[in-house]
């Protein structure tokens, strides 16, 4: 069972952690039209282990606190406003710390990179993050190469990506690189995503 905890708090962008919720759920969704047990185990992880409110008012009820999960095969930070207070808890730096070594892949949506690099996680690795967001990320004198106009991106086994929508991509390329390539492709059908916008982004 694969072991995937996202990180949630007050002012978190909803799609920044739904979108790869909805992903990596997906998976165990198409193992069971095949007949195929569960491979995932997904959990919202807050602080305390309480109710959050998202940046547009979305009320979600973590599943556990952070002095629950010791290990994680997969640890998802999301971005949005609520990151720039996040990253002054000395507790939730400490917690991305120490669970870092243990996964497998550590991953961002958005200014969740910030919160990677305030944990020491990004020193010279390429990174991506919201494009609204890169002048920020070098004001607070965080570490990392951003990369600009990519909508994900890995360096080693830090895997992040840019805002918001960019966090299904990264989350379904995971699925690639944990089960194979097709299988993403059969999670993908399965949501029915084929992006098609009726207007093109020029960022």
């Known amino acids: 069972m694969i072991d995937i905890g996202i990180l949630i708090f007050d002012d978190v962008e909803e799609l920044d952690f739904v979108g790869p919720w909805e992903v990596w759920n997906m998976v165990n969704t198409v193992l069971r039209t095949r007949n195929e047990n569960a491979a995932v185990r997904a959990r919202l992880i807050s602080e ?119 966090g299904i991509d990264m989350a379904l390329w995971l699925v690639g690189e944990l089960f194979s390539p097709q299988f993403a492709r059969d999670v993908q059908r399965a949501m029915q995503y084929d992006p098609s916008p009726p207007y093109a982004g020029d960022v």
């Not at 002054?88 to 969740?112: L, M, Y």
């Not at 996680?121 to 993050?129: G, I, P």
């Not at 609204?132 to 951003?146: H, K, S, T, V």
């Open 48 to 166: 305390n282990g309480e109710q959050i409110r998202a940046i547009k008012g979305m009320r979600v009820l973590a599943d556990t606190a952070i002095s629950d999960v010791k290990a994680l095969d997969v640890l998802c930070i999301p971005g949005g406003q609520g990151v720039r207070p996040l990253i002054q808890k000395p507790q939730i730096i400490t917690w991305v710390k120490d669970i870092a070594p243990t996964c497998k892949w550590v991953t961002s949506v958005c200014t969740g990179a910030f919160v990677l690099s305030k944990a020491g996680l990004t020193k010279d690795k390429r990174l991506a993050t919201h494009w609204a967001a890169f002048d920020e990320f070098r004001n607070l004198g965080l570490d990392g190469i951003l990369v600009p106009h990519i909508r994900y991106v890995r360096d080693g086994n830090i895997l992040t990506s840019a805002g918001v929508s960019a």
